[in-house]
């Protein structure tokens, strides 16, 4: 039992450590993309609501790096042939696609108007993005 114990242990290492050196993300592999990306929007959606609330734009972009980083690390994966799971209409993945590029590029100014210190635009990008995680969970959330 050991034996087969310690073969199992060769072969997880083996796995784990050959898609560190090819280049791939043990969590790519092994996590759904989308639900990847949304556990680092929610945190960062708190605190995007506190800087408008507080009216202190400061707070925002140090709370945006993950983002990036989650966004990245989906580009990548699909880019390598890794499928987006969505639990709601799967058969929906282009329309998926085009809401999530569409929400990005509103993240982008709602990052542009916060360096710039501009509470509006910070306010009602907050609430345009809101809005489209209610219509995207709406569509794609079980």
Do not use: W
């Amino acid at each position: 039992m050991v034996k087969h114990l310690g073969i199992v242990m060769i072969f997880i290492l083996v796995s784990v450590l050959g898609s560190y050196f090819a280049g791939e993300s043990v969590r790519s592999q092994t996590v759904n993309l989308v639900k990847e990306e949304m556990l680092v929007l929610d945190p960062a959606f708190k605190k995007i609501v506190d800087a408008v609330v507080l009216g202190d734009m400061r707070i925002i972009n140090p709370a945006l790096g993950e983002v990036h980083e989650a966004r990245e690390e989906v580009e990548k994966a699909v880019k390598a042939g890794q499928k987006i799971i969505l639990q709601k209409n799967p058969d929906q993945v282009k329309e998926f696609i085009e809401l999530d590029d569409k929400f990005h590029e509103d993240f982008e100014i709602l990052e542009k108007a916060a360096e710039a210190g501009n509470k509006k635009v910070v306010k009602d990008q907050t609430h345009k993005l809101l809005d489209a995680c209610v219509v995207c969970h709406e569509r794609f959330k079980k």
